[in-house]
């Protein structure tokens, strides 16, 4: 787990919000407190046709425009928390190349939660596994690979 400052509050947003660098990421959960609170949850509906094989989460691309409604405007929101995951295809991917000695079925989630709350943007890393284990290489290469991320899509940051 690795907890990042956002140094650029502005240009993250509009990557986050008026571009697609964070759409193919799923999302599970956004709270976003402005005059008024909004929940979305991300879970998909059982009888949703769009629903991918094991994946329980919209992509963030489907539920962008809507965010983006929710917060725009002169005044900065109050608060908000966006939880993404790494979708499923590319967490098989990431097992693969970082050396882990887990399986892809032993991956829950691996996940990060960008708040906003008092001008400050943070972001966390973080990761649910089916078993114990004292392996720590998926853990390192999911925050090397949301620092990678960050960083090609122009968003600066300070590990705090």
Same mark, same amino acid.
């Not at 193919?24 to 005059?35: C, K, N, P, W, Y």
């Given at each position: 787990?690795?907890?990042?400052?956002?140094?650029?509050?502005?240009?993250?947003?509009?990557?986050?919000?008026?571009?697609?660098?964070?759409?193919?990421?799923?999302?599970?959960?956004?709270?976003?407190?402005?005059?008024?609170?909004?929940?979305?949850?991300?879970?998909?509906? $059982?009888?949703? @046709?769009? &629903?991918?094989?094991?994946?329980?989460?919209?992509?963030?691309?489907? /539920?962008?425009? !809507?965010? %983006?409604?929710?917060?725009?405007?002169?005044?900065?929101?109050?608060?908000?928390?966006?939880?993404?995951?790494?979708?499923?295809? $590319?967490?098989? @991917?990431? &097992?693969?190349?970082?050396?882990?000695?887990?399986?892809?079925?032993? /991956?829950?989630? !691996?996940? %990060?939660?960008?708040?906003?709350?008092?001008?400050?943007?943070?972001?966390?890393?973080?990761?649910?596994?089916?078993?114990?284990?004292?392996?720590?290489?998926?853990?390192?290469?999911?925050?090397?690979?949301?620092?990678?991320?960050?960083?090609?899509?122009?968003?600066?940051?300070?590990?705090?």
């Amino acid at each position: 787990m690795v907890s990042l400052a956002i140094t650029d509050v502005k240009g993250c947003m509009a990557r986050m919000l008026g571009a697609t660098a964070f759409d193919d990421f799923t999302l599970s959960e956004a709270t976003i407190m402005t005059r008024v609170s909004y929940v979305i949850d991300g879970h998909l509906r $059982k009888e949703e @046709e769009v &629903v991918e094989e094991g994946e329980p989460f919209t992509r963030y691309g489907q /539920v962008r425009a !809507l965010c %983006f409604d929710m917060i725009k405007g002169k005044k900065a929101p109050e608060y908000f928390k966006f939880v993404f995951h790494l979708p499923q295809d $590319k967490i098989k @991917e990431l &097992v693969a190349s970082s050396g882990a000695t887990v399986s892809v079925d032993d /991956v829950v989630t !691996l996940s %990060f939660t960008i708040r906003y709350q008092e001008d400050h943007l943070t972001l966390l890393t973080g990761n649910s596994l089916r078993i114990f284990t004292q392996d720590q290489s998926l853990h390192h290469a999911w925050d090397s690979y949301v620092e990678q991320f960050l960083e090609k899509n122009g968003i600066a940051f300070e590990r705090q």
